[in-house]
């Protein structure tokens, strides 16, 4: 069955420090990948994506993710988290069809 | 930059209400969608909607739910009788095409009492 996967529900790191979060799927071929990030009481703001190409996708604000099509993960990552950072982050993946299916979030706490 | 807009941002109505969740898609978009995040949940798929009908729909889009483009720029969920359990946020997005990137509302915030 297809699936996506976030393994950490909450991570928390210090102000600087390097992230990176995780994202696994479960899939016969490989999906439209993406991230999204939800900010306190606000709507879903595309990250970035990835299509085919390149494995390692630049997007806003700094984050990049790099698809590993032999681990089927898609881990987004950022070298210097800002306070601003706080949020929840969500993977999400097209498999096939139009519709995109969600992660279950991972938050991020940033701590001084 | 052109954004998906929804309203209203928080409405709170009684159960057994009808409520209509409203929208608009950015304008050349083709493809619209609704999710529901129950608080503390995923975000989940409710429906699809492409070229004036219902392209998919998960489960949890049931009879109570009905989803409408009274003209060429909103797009409306309705929801017949609410539950308790219909409490989330619903999310509205588009997209230009099938298989990319759907750009999301703000949300609206329902809470059945």
Known sequence: AQ?????????????????????????????????????????????????????????????????????????????????????????????????????????LTIIP | EPEVTQTPSHQVTQMGQEVILRCVPISNHLYFYWYRQILGQKVEFLVSFYNNEISEKSEIFDDQFSVERPDGSNFTLKIRSTKLEDSAMYFCASSLQGHTEAFFGQGTRLTVV
Request: proline fraction near 4%; include cysteine.
């Open chain 1, 3 to 107: 699936s996506v996967t976030q393994p950490d529900i909450h991570i928390t790191v210090s102000e600087g420090a390097s992230l990176e979060l995780r994202c696994n799927y479960s899939y016969g071929a490989t999906p439209y990948l993406f991230w999204y990030v939800q900010s306190p009481g606000q709507g879903l703001q595309l990250l970035l994506k990835y299509f085919s190409g390149d494995t390692l996708v630049q997007g806003i604000k700094g984050f990049e993710a790099e698809f590993k099509r032999s681990q089927s993960s898609f881990n987004l990552r950022k070298p210097s988290v800002h306070w601003s950072d706080a949020a929840e982050y969500f993977c999400a993946l097209i498999f096939g069809n139009e519709k995109l299916t969600f992660g279950t979030g991972t938050r």
